[in-house]
T-cell receptor, first 113, second 113 residues
Framework: DAKTTQPPSMDCAEGRAANLPCNHS???????VYWYRQIHSQGPQYIIH???NNETNEMASLIITEDRKSSTLILPHATLRDTAVYYC??????????????FGGGTRVLVKP | NAGVTQTPKFQVLKTGQSMTLQCAQD?????MSWYRQDPGMGLRLIHY???????DQGEVPNGYNVSRSTTEDFPLRLLSAAPSQTSVYFC????????????FGPGTRLTVT
C-alpha cells in the first residue's frame, strides 16, 4: 500500500465545510484512495473511495488531483457528530493478506460549535 | 438492515477463561474479519473468512479460533484468556474478499484480569 501523509489535527466550525487533505505521492496506477473515520469508542466507518475521478456520496465528496498524488475529503456541512479521526488509505483491493486495512496516524478533526 | 452487529459490548474475563465473541451481518457479504485495536495503536487482523466454510489467519491469530458455518455469522473464540488479550475487538465485513469498502461493527471491549 502506498504511504500517505495527513495533518495530525484540524479544527472546523460547525456548519462549515471541512477540507481534509491527504498526500500520496507514490500512488501507483491501480491503487484506490479510501477514506474511513473512527469516532471515539466506535468502529471504523467507511466514508468514500475513488480511483481517479471525483466522487460524491451522501456523506462526503472526494477530490483527487489529476496526477493522483494528493486528494481532499470534503465534509460539506460539518456537524458536531463529525468529530473523529479521519484516515486516508491508498491500496489495491486484494484477497491476499486477508484484505487487511492498515490505518496510519490519520487527522483528528474537532468540530466546534 | 442492521449491518454488522457484535455481542457483547463489554466483557470481563479472568485469566484462563474461555468465551466467544459474536459477530453477524445481514448484508450477504462474502468476506468477514476480526481485528483488535489496542490503545493508541492501529488495527491488527486476527482472522478472516472469504466465505462460508473458509477461514484463514491474519497477523495475530494465536489464542483465537474462528469458524464460518454460515454466511451471516463469524464468531471469535478465545481459548484461554490472557491479560494480553485485553483489547477492543472489531468485526468487519465486505461484499467480496477483495472488496472496496469494509463495514465495521460497534466493537466488543474485553478486559482480562
Amino acid at each position: 500500500d502506498a504511504k500517505t501523509t495527513q495533518p495530525p489535527s484540524m479544527d472546523c466550525a460547525e456548519g462549515r465545510a471541512a477540507n481534509l487533505p491527504c498526500n500520496h505521492s507514490t500512488i501507483s496506477g491501480n491503487e484506490y484512495v479510501y477514506w474511513y473515520r473512527q469516532i471515539h469508542s466506535q468502529g471504523p466507518q467507511y466514508i468514500i473511495h475513488g480511483l481517479k475521478n471525483n466522487e460524491t456520496n451522501e456523506m462526503a465528496s472526494l477530490i483527487i488531483t489529476e496526477d493522483r498524488k494528493s486528494s481532499t475529503l470534503i465534509l460539506p456541512h460539518a456537524t458536531l457528530r463529525d468529530t473523529a479521526v479521519y484516515y486516508c488509505i491508498v491500496r489495491v483491493p486484494q484477497r491476499a493478506a486477508g484484505n487487511k486495512l492498515t490505518f496510519g496516524g490519520g487527522t483528528r478533526v474537532l468540530v466546534k460549535p | 438492515n442492521a449491518g454488522v452487529t457484535q455481542t457483547p459490548k463489554f466483557q470481563v474475563l479472568k485469566t484462563g477463561q474461555s468465551m466467544t465473541l459474536q459477530c453477524a451481518q445481514d448484508m450477504n457479504h462474502e468476506y468477514m474479519s476480526w481485528y483488535r485495536q489496542d490503545p493508541g495503536m492501529g488495527l491488527r487482523l486476527i482472522h478472516y473468512s472469504v466465505g462460508a466454510g473458509i477461514t484463514d489467519q491474519g497477523e495475530v491469530p494465536n489464542g483465537y479460533n474462528v469458524s464460518r458455518s454460515t454466511t451471516e455469522d463469524f464468531p471469535l473464540r478465545l481459548l484461554s484468556a490472557a491479560p494480553s488479550q485485553t483489547s477492543v475487538y472489531f468485526c468487519a465485513s465486505s461484499y467480496s474478499a477483495s472488496g472496496n469498502e469494509q463495514y465495521f461493527g460497534p466493537g466488543t471491549r474485553l478486559t482480562v484480569t
